[in-house]
């Protein structure tokens, strides 16, 4: 167990177990979704699945984190407002960005040599990137990263686990 | 923390050094520039190979997910739980 992580000096609550513990159980779910399902097999059905796993393993990651960090913030707010209104919010927050990025309110970006283009690429990769400054965007990311490995190693562990 | 907080009151607040500081951070946790000395690698060289690295975790998110969610599909229910409640137990 990796210490940077934990919030309390006990063990069982550190990310990577909050994380592990709450995609498991969002397995569960699903598993038995499936099982309920008459359409199991049709490639409809089988995109949506993986599209369910991957949606579960990131809102897993994002609420172990909770609401301690910007990206974690964003990405649970995206994916409330999705089971809302779907279509909309994905089409207007993008014109919102868009907006933001070419006219008045624009991201200063306060080191000219830091790479301002490469910022708004990673703007986009990074949840909620699109309204951080450059300090922020980097400290985001740096944790962003680190989450994002944690869930890789987690998940193929998992995956190791169901083969066998 | 305090730093982030005072810098998100006003842009102005942001120094260099904060910015080389996360900069090296990132450095760090991305291994294609880990192993490079950190004095000959630019600021945006840094910043394209944290988005290339995001995007490669991304892809490894995505190709675990599509894999899980065959496994699920093709083993049976019961190993499934059995499997899913052995690992909630190996933490």
């Given at each position: ?106 991201i200063k970006c306060v080191e000219e040599?830091v790479g301002c283009?490469?910022a708004n690429?990673l703007r ?5 990137g699109?309204?951080m400054d450059m300090c922020c965007l980097l400290g985001?990311t ?23 | ?6 810098s998100?009151?006003?842009t102005?607040?942001i120094?260099?050094?904060q910015i080389?500081?996360l900069v ?19 600021a945006?060289?840094?910043l ?44």
């Amino acid at each position: 167990m990796n210490p940077r992580r934990s919030i309390s000096s006990n063990p069982a609550s550190t990310v990577k177990s909050r994380f592990t513990n709450g995609f498991l159980k969002a397995l569960l779910r699903i598993n038995r979704q499936r099982i309920t399902s008459t359409t199991a097999y049709t490639p409809r059905e089988i995109f949506r699945g993986y599209l369910r796993v991957k949606i579960a393993a990131d809102v897993s990651m994002a609420s172990a984190i909770g609401s301690r960090r910007a990206w974690s913030r964003a990405m649970l707010r995206k994916v409330r407002s999705h089971g809302r209104d779907g279509a909309q919010v994905r089409r207007m927050s993008f014109l919102a960005m868009r907006k933001r990025n070419l006219y008045g309110k624009k991201i200063k970006c306060v080191e000219e040599d830091v790479g301002c283009y490469q910022a708004n690429v990673l703007r986009k990769l990074v949840p909620g990137g699109a309204a951080m400054d450059m300090c922020c965007l980097l400290g985001e990311t740096a944790h962003y990263i680190k989450c994002l490995n944690t869930q890789v190693k987690v998940m193929r562990r998992i995956a190791e686990v169901f083969s066998t | 923390m305090s730093s982030r907080r005072s810098s998100q009151s006003g842009t102005s607040r942001i120094t260099d050094d904060q910015i080389i500081e996360l900069v090296s951070k990132l450095r760090q946790l991305v291994p294609e520039i880990r192993n490079r000395r950190s004095d000959k690698v630019p600021a945006s060289k840094v910043l394209q190979e944290t988005c290339n690295y995001i995007r490669s975790l991304h892809r490894e998110v995505d190709d675990l997910s599509e894999r899980l969610s065959q496994l699920l599909a093709t083993i049976d229910a019961d190993s499934a739980e059995a499997s899913i409640i052995r690992s909630l137990i190996a933490q």
